[in-house]
């Protein structure tokens, strides 16, 4: 066998008869496709290889040469089959690539390849098999995990939690330039070069091996080497496998590039990713549970606030225009947009110096552009700008997202982001996110409005990464987890010193030092009157200076003092921020240039909390010391110098120090009244991002390889998608005609067959050309040709402008996913393919859209999920409003849910955002997976169906369920006969049984499924009485409650009317059925047509829907009726509001109606029908109300309205009070969060 394989191997011909084929099939199903035992076969090969090349030029550049070379190394190895068909695909690739006779052997190595895939393929069938696995199977059995035991030798914890705190970890490690800048000032890294990596191993002798997932690596040593797992590299890492050096693998180009860097994975003791999403895949692939979360991180001693530049007052973009990306083109274009109107933008262009098409700004930008910037320069845009942009081309990952996110904030830049999922659950609301202008419009007025705003805003995220996201929390984290050990940062000892006169006094220094969410502090009194049983064990009393300072010898050098003066307010991060600053200030040798103060503050100044602008992150010449941080060697030499301790108070030194932000601390503030002293301590009520360390990181580690996921789905097509069929295929495919190349239908396949010499190549291309947005290419850049070859077959689209002629043209490998780089200016495409050489493909389809995958381990920010069908987006804004106003309500005052949006449509899975809502559209499997993950307590459900309830009645004993039922789910048919109307006799029985079907489903399920833990909330009692009635019992009393749909008063505000109000109309109305009532208005409008005084209306008509032109069609013809075909947001709606004083809200049934009690509380006054639950929220008193279709009835309410002015004021005030006093926050919001569990409460502190 070895003499038939060489001789294959040293073929020049491209045919190979059966029986050769054979030896090689023989061979790898001889030894089970195990590398380990070819060993000995594969040497001798290797010698004979060896023996029978000598005397050729350029052995080692032969193919033959590279394949025998892989066999053996991949012996010597020990690797997996897997492992050896990667690297077989490199040199078929090499191989392709030249022009002379070792192309011969591409087609032998194709099919090698192909055998030994297909041997992985059967290990893995037959694996499934015994252990009874079907890969669509309902249920899914745990698989045993593969342990690799690593070196578990001795680790001293107490020396390496040390050498961490002293930054003295020995690290050799093989990293890009940024990120070795990032993590060179938390330890001591040696960077191992690709020649001399054992010598300086030995020379070192580190702690541990760390390789990023590097494509250059330091100086460019390792470029290609990471990716391709080269022999240094593999070597190097067993070296130290040998030398119990524990090897970690960190791929920060997850999820990209997952498959690109796993074989270093299977390398290495431990591994680390940016994309939790990626833990699954690695503990499956792997066979093992070390696999942890690593994101990006901010380098303090780079990334931080201190002051360098004058800073512009306006955005920055410092980096890449990319062609192949076109989402985020059109991302890119509405965030220039946006900064550039609201403030200015200025681009840096990454590519100024060594400009290429593919990364060019186009033309409308041009005038932005002031250059570029060398890394060393970047403080320049982080630090010279009060704004910068951010740009995700990853947006779906939960973790994974820009690294300059974290940069940014740590440098108290503000940040303007185009939308990642990732982005929002780490930050939330401190990254202003989105894709919608409008949206980015109203963080920024939020946010950024008023200076103090500002100021806050800019704090807390800056506190956020320092307090959660340096390179020191990840370095913590990767050691905790190599050596399995707990390790801490270290947090400086603060002592507080106060100096008392009398009681009231020492309960002021205390209630502000308990306030102090600082842990390490301690409280030293200084007094001289008894102050006995006044204070508790966290207190020490001294009553002469000699005491104090003995007090303050026995602790270590880096303690550290405040002096808090009782007439003085201090807020709860006053000790925290002091302490964090000293992360990223310059350490001096000299005491003096330790201290951290305040130069910007407040002052009380009669009874006002008023700021005292002065420097702010910038070096001072002075300080004083009730406002500052101070050395303790410092403070004891101040207090020797000064002749009584009780100066204190008063005393400000002439020394540098380091001057941070203005809040947390008033002068003479402690008599400052609740509210006002929220202008200092106060923190804006925001989304902050997910508790990082309490739950994100112990999640993404209860990810197992031996959990059971009950999701079949692995990827789904975007919704978005085109895709060419094999019959679309054949039928575009132009027969070429040459003989050498051949086109064939068969089976599912295309085949095509070509017998062109080696070296030569034909085209051939489609019978249309396409517009590009009519096949998904205008968002969208992706595409992959499903196919299988043995042969050079690839893809081609050739980019055309407007008049068709030709612009570019990209040409790649079919079988693999690809990203083309689009011309802007692109706006037709031909597609084909080029054919080189001989050989035979069978092409099943070309999909072009992204290909995504599902989520599995969702994260949740809280507790409580809410769940619904829909959820209203940018373009469908009607959908669940009353939803939304909830949700954004609990926000609003400090408690975030999970929003969760269940759908049976697979290309609707995945994350987005509404009016910075977190949304996540998901399927039953998903469903079930996140109840299973133990985040949930609570779950509200809205207009919940059967299927819904057939998953969470598995959990109804462990979570607190709460179902709210607002109308169409529970009514019989006959209270909704006029859904009936117009319905054949077919339709008619088919929506009867299935509002039958729903009645027996609640029916059954109050009587024999309730328990103590559910609660079914009415929007009306009119509502809840109907519904009782209809299914004919009673609710259990601990089982049901009323709760009226919430109208939010901050938005929809109460505007006193004018009588000329009266005069203007408004309907604001979805048309999506007769129940919404819009032909009754349209019939009103046509009688009001016929007095004189219609002249002198005003009509506005917004709305949406199959029948809004059919309806609306007789009103056309008035000049003073204006139409307007689409829906209107919140604040639209409440910007409309003011400039109308009645509304025209006609129903044929409603449990309540939003709309209407919208238009309320913004002081319209409501022309309405009395039906269903309306007279529990609206009497005449407040509105107008009239009898059920009565046309005439509606017309005349309406002429009463016009023809008393004084009415119409006295009404809508009126209207307001009962919305206000009805649906309300109290009555509405209040009990909703009651049925909450307080772990979903927020801090309100700053």
């Known amino acids: 066998m070895k003499n038939k394989l060489y001789k294959m191997l040293s073929k020049s011909t491209t045919d190979f008869s059966e029986s050769e084929l054979k030896v090689v099939s023989d061979l790898v199903e001889e030894h089970g496709g195990s590398i380990d035992n070819l060993k000995d076969y594969i040497s001798a090969l290797e010698l004979e290889s060896e023996r029978k090349l000598v005397n050729k030029s350029m052995e080692k550049n032969t193919i033959s040469y590279q394949l025998g070379k892989s066999l053996i190394d991949a012996a010597k190895r020990k690797k997996s089959v897997r492992i050896l068909s990667k690297e077989l695909f490199a040199i078929y690739a090499d191989s392709l690539s030249r022009k002379n006779k070792d192309l011969s052997n591409a087609n032998l190595l194709h099919k090698i390849i192909i055998l030994l895939n297909e041997q992985k393929q059967k290990e893995l069938h037959d694996l499934a098999k015994v252990n009874n696995v079907s890969k669509r199977g309902i249920e899914k059995l745990a698989r045993k995990v593969k342990t690799k035991n690593i070196s578990n030798y001795y680790v001293d914890k107490f020396a390496l939690q040390n050498t961490f705190s002293e930054k003295k970890i020995r690290i050799v490690a093989i990293m890009d330039e940024f990120t070795a800048l990032c993590f060179d000032p938390e330890a001591d890294i040696y960077h191992v070069t690709p020649e001399n990596w054992q010598s300086e191993i030995l020379e070192f002798k580190p702690d541990f091996l760390f390789i990023e997932s590097a494509w250059q690596g330091k100086n460019g040593l390792w470029k290609t080497k990471i990716s391709h797992q080269s022999v240094e590299l593999i070597n190097l890492i067993k070296f130290c496998d040998e030398n119990k050096i524990r090897s970690v693998f960190w791929s920060k180009e997850d999820p990209v590039h997952f498959g690109t860097f796993l074989g270093v994975a299977e390398l290495v003791d431990i591994v680390f990713t940016t994309d939790i999403d990626c833990i699954q895949k690695y503990k499956e692939h792997l066979g093992h549970d070390r696999v942890y979360l690593l994101c990006f991180a901010a380098q303090p001693t780079i990334h931080n606030p201190i002051e360098v530049y004058e800073r512009q007052d306006k955005f920055n973009f410092a980096g890449s225009y990319y062609l192949k990306y076109p989402i985020r083109q059109r991302d890119f274009g509405v965030l220039s947009e946006v900064a550039d109107r609201y403030k200015g933008l200025d681009i840096f262009d990454r590519n100024f110096d060594k400009p290429h098409p593919h990364y060019e700004f186009p033309e409308c930008y041009q005038a932005m552009i002031l250059g570029t910037l060398q890394p060393s320069e970047i403080d320049k845009a982080y630090k010279g700008y009060v704004y910068g942009i951010n740009m995700n081309t990853i947006k779906q990952s939960q973790t994974m997202f820009a690294r300059r996110v974290f940069e940014m904030l740590a440098s108290n830049t503000i940040v303007l982001s185009n939308y990642s999922h990732g982005v929002r659950l780490l930050f939330g609301d401190l990254v202003i996110c989105s894709d919608e202008k409008t949206e980015l419009d109203r963080q920024l007025k939020d946010f950024t409005g008023d200076l103090l705003t500002q100021k806050k805003y800019r704090l807390q995220g800056l506190r956020k990464v320092l307090s959660h996201h340096t390179y020191q929390h990840r370095l913590k984290y990767v050691l905790e987890k190599s050596f399995e050990t707990t390790l801490v940062i270290d947090r400086h000892r603060v002592i507080v010193v106060a100096h008392v006169n009398q009681r009231s006094e020492l309960d002021s220094v205390s209630s502000s030092f308990n306030e102090q969410d600082y842990l390490d502090k301690e409280l030293f009194i200084f007094s001289n009157i008894d102050l006995a049983n006044a204070t508790d064990n966290t207190v020490t009393i001294y009553n002469t200076k000699s005491e104090l300072l003995d007090a303050i010898n026995k602790y270590q050098e880096d303690t550290y003092i405040a002096v808090f003066n009782p007439n003085d307010s201090y807020g709860r991060y006053y000790l925290s921020d002091l302490v964090q600053s000293r992360v990223y200030v310059d350490q001096s040798d000299e005491p003096l240039m330790t201290t951290i103060t305040k130069d910007s503050y407040f002052e009380n ?642």
């Open 605 to 1246: 100044v009669n009874g006002k909390a008023v700021l005292v602008q002065n420097k702010e992150y910038q070096q001072v010449d002075r300080f004083k010391c009730t406002k500052s941080l101070m050395n303790a060697d410092l403070f004891k030499k101040m207090v020797l110098d000064v002749d009584q301790l009780e100066s204190i108070n008063n005393l400000e030194v002439q020394a540098k120090s380091f001057a941070i932000d203005c809040f947390n601390y008033v002068l003479d503030g402690a008599s400052l009244s609740d509210e006002e002293i929220l202008v200092s301590h106060g923190k804006l009520t925001l989304d902050e991002g997910v508790d990082f360390e309490g739950r994100l990181l112990k999640l993404s580690e209860a990810i197992n390889v031996n959990t059971s996921k009950t999701n079949d789905l692995i990827t789904y097509q975007d919704s978005h998608a085109f895709i060419f069929s094999a019959d679309d295929i054949d039928a575009q495919l132009i027969r070429p005609q040459s003989k050498q190349v051949q086109i064939n239908r068969n089976n599912a396949n295309v085949g095509i067959k070509s017998t062109l010499p080696d070296g030569k190549f034909a085209y051939i291309y489609f019978k249309n050309i396409y517009n590009r947005s009519d096949i998904n290419l205008r968002l969208n850049s992706q595409f992959m040709v499903d196919a299988d070859a043995n042969m050079d077959l690839r893809s081609v689209f050739v980019f055309l402008d407007e008049n068709k002629e030709k612009l570019s043209h990209h040409i790649t490998a079919v079988s693999h996913n690809h990203t083309m780089p689009i011309p802007v200016n692109c706006e037709y495409i031909q597609i084909g393919f080029k054919i080189t050489g001989n050989g035979q493909s069978y092409i099943r389809s070309i999909n072009i859209g992204e290909k995504r995958e599902i989520i599995n381990d969702f994260v949740a920010k809280s507790d409580t999920l809410v769940l619904a069908k829909q959820y209203p987006s940018y373009d469908d804004l009607y959908k669940y409003g009353f939803l939304h106003s909830r949700v954004r309500a609990y926000k609003n005052n400090n408690h975030i849910v999970d929003v969760f949006r269940i759908t049976n449509n697979n290309a609707d899975l995945g994350f987005r955002e509404f009016e910075s809502i977190d949304v996540f559209s998901g399927n039953n499997d998903n469903l079930r997976d996140i109840l299973d993950s133990g985040q949930i307590k609570n779950i509200f459900i809205h207009l919940m169906d059967e299927k819904m309830w057939n998953i969470i009645k598995d959990y109804r004993e462990t979570l607190k369920i709460t179902i709210w039922l607002h109308g169409a789910e529970v009514q019989s048919w006959q209270r909704r006969e006029f859904d009936l109307s117009g319905l054949n006799e077919s339709e008619v029985e088919r929506k009867k049984k299935l509002a039958d079907n729903r009645l027996s489903f609640w029916k059954k399920l109050i009587e024999e499924e309730l328990n103590s833990n559910i609660t079914l909330v009415f929007v009306s009692n009119t509502f809840l009485k109907e519904v009782e009635e209809d299914l004919e019992l009673k609710i259990p009393s601990s089982n049901k409650t009323v709760i009226h749909n919430y109208v939010d008063d901050t938005i929809f505000k109460y505007t006193e009317k004018n009588t000329e109000d009266r005069l203007k109309l408004l309907s604001i109305r979805p048309y999506a059925g007769p129940k919404y009532g819009n032909d009754i208005t349209v019939n009103a409008l046509l009688e009001l047509s016929k007095y004189e005084f219609f002249k002198e209306l005003e009509v506005n008509i917004y709305g949406d829907g199959l029948e809004f032109d059919s309806i609306n069609e007789p009103l056309i013809q008035f000049e003073n009726i204006h139409l307007h075909k689409r829906f209107l947001s919140h604040h639209e709606i409440a910007a409309a509001h003011k400039e109308h004083g009645v509304f025209l809200n006609p129903t044929r049934w409603d449990s309540q109606g939003v709309s209407r009690d919208e238009a309320m509380s913004s002081g319209l006054v409501v022309v309405t029908n009395k039906v269903a639950a309306v007279p529990e929220f609206i009497s005449d008193a407040e509105g107008a109300l009239f009898g059920s279709d009565n046309v005439k009835e509606m017309v005349e309410r309406i002429k009463e309205i016009i023809q008393n002015p004084s009415s119409f004021l006295i009404k809508s005030k009126a209207a307001n009070e009962r919305v206000n006093l009805q649906c309300g926050f109290e009555n509405t919001i209040t009990q909703e969060i009651k049925l909450m569990d307080s772990t979903s409460i927020l801090s309100n502190d700053l």
